[in-house]
C-alpha cells in the first residue's frame, strides 16, 4: 500500500447522496479475479452512454458529457466531494480499488458507510468525514472556482482551502499510522501470535463445540 | 452495573487484545468465502507466502455466477467461470472445504450456511459479503468485510475492530394476518433510513420477533445492512434451538448438552443498556413496496408513490426526483396500480423454504397474468430446492406459469444471465433496488415473497391482506 502523506488535488463533487457501491463499480466487473484495473470502470452506467462489459476497452465508448468526471475541469480530480452515506450497500472492496485505480486518494463526505470506509483505509484511501455545512459549502466553492485545489495533510488531521483557511479531521490513530506508513496490518497482527494461539488454546477449552473438525468427514466430504 | 447486552457478551468473549485508541483484536470462529470476494485474498496469500491457519474454520461456497437453469452445460461465460474455478482451485491448494457446482447443498453462501449447522449462537461470523449480517438471526455476531479483511481472516483468524454502538429496535405486538418478515424489516429501513444504524449493531426484540420463525428472523437480520447496521442480531431461545438440533454441522452428543447450556446465555440481561433504542408497534405495519432505487424508499400498499415538491431538504427532494426519473413513476400513483413486467422470487432474504411456501400459497390454482414477460423462482440452496419438490411447490409454481430455477443469486444482482432490461419493472423479493442493481436500467420494486407472488398473478401490486 502506497504511504499517505500530503495530497495536493483537483476536486470533483459528486452531488449525490446514498452513493451505493454498485453504483461506484457495476456487478459485472466484479468477476475480475484481480486487484487492478478498475478505474476505467468506475462510476460505468453514469459515465458512459452505453452498458459496459468487463474486459471492453473503454476508449471508443460514448461518454455521457452531463456526468461530472467527464467534464474537462475536474480531469485528473484525486479528491471526490460528495454527500451522506457513501459506499453504501454493498461490501465490495472493488469500490475502492476502482476510486483508487481512477486517482482518487481522498473522499469528503458528512457521512460514509461502514465496511466502505473501512475497506478505503486498507487501501491507502483517505476517507474524510465533515460536517453537512462545510461539504456544502465546499460543493460550492468547487463550483463557483475552476481548478479548485485543496491540501489535504493526514499527519496534521487538516484540509487547507485555496483561500487559507484550515478545516480540522479526525482519524483514528491506528488507522492514521497504517495509512501514514503504508502498513499492511496482516503483518502487524502476526507479530500477536503469541496472543492468538493463547486465546484459541482458551477457547478450545471453555467451547469445544465452536470447534468443528470431523464433522466434515463424518458426512463424508471431500476437500 | 454487570448488565450486559448480547452483543456485548459475544464482543467481550472474542477479545484477544486492544490498543490504546481502543482498536481491537478480535477472534473469528467462522468464515464463510464466495467466489466474487475471495480472488484477490488468496493471491494475496500466495504473494506473501503465507498460510491458511485455520481451513477448518472456513467454509467456501460459488453462488453469485452460477448459472440457474442448464447446469449440465456448466458456466458458460468465461469470466464468471474463471472465478469460480479460481475458488475452487484456491480451496484446493489452501485445504478449505467447499460445497462446490453439483454438491446438493450449494446455495447462497447465507442461506446454505444456517441450513448446515454452521452458524452457532455465540460465535462470530465473518464473510466477504454485506449480507452476513443474516447470521445473527441465530444470536451470533455476523458482519460483512471486505476483500483485504478476508485475507487477514484467512492470514490471522482475526480482525482488528472498533467496538461498535449498539442499538435495540424492538416490535411490540405481533404482525397482522398477511404481513411477514420481509414487510417488517422494510417497514423499519423505511422508518429509519439506510444510515439509520450506521455504526451499530442492531438488537432486533420485542414480541413480534420472539414469534417470528427462524427464516423469519433471517430475513429481518439480512437487511439490517440495508439500514447502515454493522450486524443485526436476535436472542437465543426456544426457536434457536429447535432449528439447531440436527443440523449436519451442529455438536452432538454430550457437545450438544454443554453448548445449549450455555447457549442460553447469549441473551441481554433485562438491566442491559443500549447506546440507542428504538421501538415500533408490529401491529400497525402494512405490506410494504419500494418505490425508488435505496431501500428507504418505501411506501405501504394503500400509500402511493410521494411527492418530491412536498420535502424541504433539497438534498432529499434531488435524490427523489433522480428516483422517480429513473424509475419511470409519477408522484401520486397508487402503489397498486404499478404495472409489473417481471417476478423475481428468491435470494438470501427470502429463498428459503417458508419463503417459497407463502409465495405457493398465493399462487395456487391461479396463474401467472399475461403482462409477466417472465416469472421466476430460484431456491436459495439445493435443499431449500429439494424440499419444496418434496412438498410439491414446483409443481404449483410451475402450473401457473413461473419457471423453477436450481439455487443461487440470480436476479437479485444479476452476474449470471438472469437480468432485466432497460427500463423493465421487476417485482423482487430481494434486498437492494440500487439503479441498475438487477441490470442496467431495470427497475426494482422490494416486497415480501406473498405480495411478489400476489403481483405476478395480478400484473400488479395488490395487497395481499384482502386476497
Ligand atoms: S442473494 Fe443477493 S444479496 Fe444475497 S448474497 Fe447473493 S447477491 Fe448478495
Given amino acids: 500500500m502506497e504511504p499517505f502523506k500530503v495530497i495536493n488535488a483537483i476536486v470533483a463533487p459528486l452531488d449525490r447522496a446514498n452513493v451505493d457501491t454498485d453504483a461506484i463499480i457495476p456487478k459485472q466487473f466484479l468477476k475480475s479475479i484481480q486487484r487492478a484495473g478498475f478505474g476505467p470502470n468506475l462510476f460505468d452506467e453514469w459515465r458512459y452512454l452505453d452498458r459496459g462489459e468487463p474486459g471492453q476497452p473503454s476508449s471508443g465508448r460514448p461518454i455521457n458529457p452531463d456526468f461530472v468526471l467527464n467534464q474537462p475541469r475536474f480531469q485528473g480530480a484525486r479528491i471526490l466531494l460528495t454527500r451522506d452515506n457513501f459506499g453504501c450497500g454493498s461490501s465490495r472492496e472493488h469500490a475502492p480499488w476502482a476510486l483508487l485505480d481512477y486517482g482518487f486518494r481522498v473522499i469528503i463526505a458528512p457521512s460514509f458507510a461502514d465496511i466502505f470506509f473501512n475497506n478505503c483505509f486498507k487501501n491507502g484511501i483517505l476517507p474524510v468525514v465533515l460536517d453537512g455545512k462545510t461539504v456544502a459549502e465546499l460543493f460550492q466553492e468547487t463550483l463557483a472556482t475552476p481548478g479548485y485545489r485543496l491540501t489535504v495533510d493526514l499527519e496534521a488531521m487538516r484540509i487547507t482551502t485555496p483561500d487559507g483557511r484550515s478545516l480540522e479531521f479526525q482519524v483514528d490513530p491506528f488507522r492514521k499510522h497504517c495509512l501514514l506508513h503504508g502498513l499492511d496490518d496482516i503483518g502487524l497482527t502476526l507479530e500477536h501470535e503469541e496472543a492468538i494461539s493463547q486465546y484459541e488454546m482458551k477457547r478450545r477449552r471453555e467451547k469445544p463445540w465452536v470447534f468443528i473438525p470431523e464433522a466434515g468427514d463424518r458426512l463424508g466430504f471431500n476437500v | ?467
Fill in chain 2, 1 to 467: 452495573m454487570n448488565a450486559k447486552t448480547l452483543f456485548a457478551k459475544i464482543w467481550d468473549e472474542h477479545h484477544i487484545r486492544q490498543d490504546a485508541d481502543g482498536t481491537t483484536l478480535i477472534y473469528i470462529d467462522r468464515h464463510l468465502v464466495h467466489e466474487v470476494t475471495s480472488a484477490q485474498a488468496f493471491e494475496g496469500l500466495r504473494l506473501n507466502r503465507r498460510r491458511v491457519r485455520a481451513p477448518e474454520a472456513t467454509f467456501a461456497v460459488p453462488d453469485h455466477n452460477v448459472p440457474t437453469k442448464n447446469l449440465a452445460n456448466g458456466i458458460l461465460d468465461p469470466i464468471s467461470r474463471l472465478q469460480v474455478e479460481t475458488l475452487e482451485n484456491n480451496c484446493r491448494e489452501f485445504g478449505i472445504r467447499i460445497f462446490g457446482m453439483g454438491d446438493p447443498r450449494q446455495g447462497v453462501v447465507h442461506v446454505m450456511a444456517p441450513e448446515q449447522g454452521l452458524i452457532l449462537p455465540g460465535l462470530t461470523v465473518v464473510c466477504g459479503d454485506s449480507h452476513t449480517a443474516t447470521h445473527g438471526a441465530l444470536g451470533a455476531l455476523a458482519f460483512g468485510i471486505g476483500t483485504s479483511e478476508v485475507e487477514h481472516v484467512l492470514a490471522t483468524q482475526t480482525l482488528t475492530q472498533k467496538c461498535p454502538k449498539t442499538m435495540r429496535i424492538t416490535l411490540n405486538n405481533t404482525l397482522g394476518p398477511g404481513v411477514t418478515a420481509k414487510d417488517m424489516v422494510l417497514y423499519l429501513i423505511g422508518q429509519i433510513g439506510t444510515a439509520g444504524a450506521t455504526g451499530h449493531v442492531i438488537e432486533f426484540a420485542g414480541e413480534a420477533i420472539r414469534t417470528l420463525s427462524m427464516e423469519g428472523r433471517m430475513t429481518v437480520c439480512n437487511m439490517a445492512i440495508e439500514a447502515g447496521a454493522r450486524a443485526g442480531m436476535v436472542a437465543v431461545d426456544d426457536h434457536t434451538i429447535d432449528y439447531l438440533a440436527n443440523r449436519p454441522f451442529a455438536p452432538r452428543g454430550k457437545d450438544w448438552v454443554d453448548a445449549v447450556i450455555q447457549w442460553r446465555h447469549y441473551v441481554s440481561d433485562p438491566d442491559a443498556v443500549f447506546d440507542r433504542e428504538i421501538k415500533f408497534d408490529a401491529a400497525a405495519i402494512e405490506p410494504q413496496i419500494s418505490w425508488g432505487t435505496s431501500p428507504e424508499m418505501m411506501a405501504p400498499i394503500s400509500g402511493q408513490v410521494p411527492d418530491p415538491r412536498l420535502v424541504d431538504d433539497p438534498v432529499r427532494r434531488q435524490s427523489m426526483e433522480k428516483a422517480l426519473a429513473y424509475m419511470g413513476l409519477k408522484p401520486g400513483t397508487p402503489m397498486t396500480e404499478i404495472p409489473i413486467d417481471k417476478i423475481f422470487i428468491g435470494s438470501c432474504t427470502n429463498g428459503r423454504i417458508e419463503d417459497l411456501r407463502a409465495a405457493a400459497q398465493v399462487v395456487k390454482d391461479r396463474q401467472v397474468a399475461d403482462t409477466i414477460k417472465l416469472a421466476m423462482v430460484v431456491p436459495g440452496s439445493g435443499l431449500v430446492k429439494r424440499q419444496a419438490e418434496e412438498e410439491g411447490l414446483d409443481q404449483i409454481f410451475i402450473q401457473a406459469g413461473f419457471e423453477w430455477r436450481e439455487p443461487g443469486c440470480s436476479m437479485c444482482l444479476a452476474m449470471n444471465d438472469d437480468v432485466l432490461l432497460a427500463g423493465e419493472r421487476c417485482a423482487s423479493t430481494s434486498n437492494r433496488n440500487f439503479e441498475g442493481r438487477q441490470g442496467a436500467g431495470g427497475r426494482t420494486h422490494l416486497a415480501s415473497p406473498a405480495t411478489v407472488a400476489a403481483a405476478a398473478i395480478h400484473g400488479h401490486f395488490i395487497d395481499v391482506r384482502g386476497l
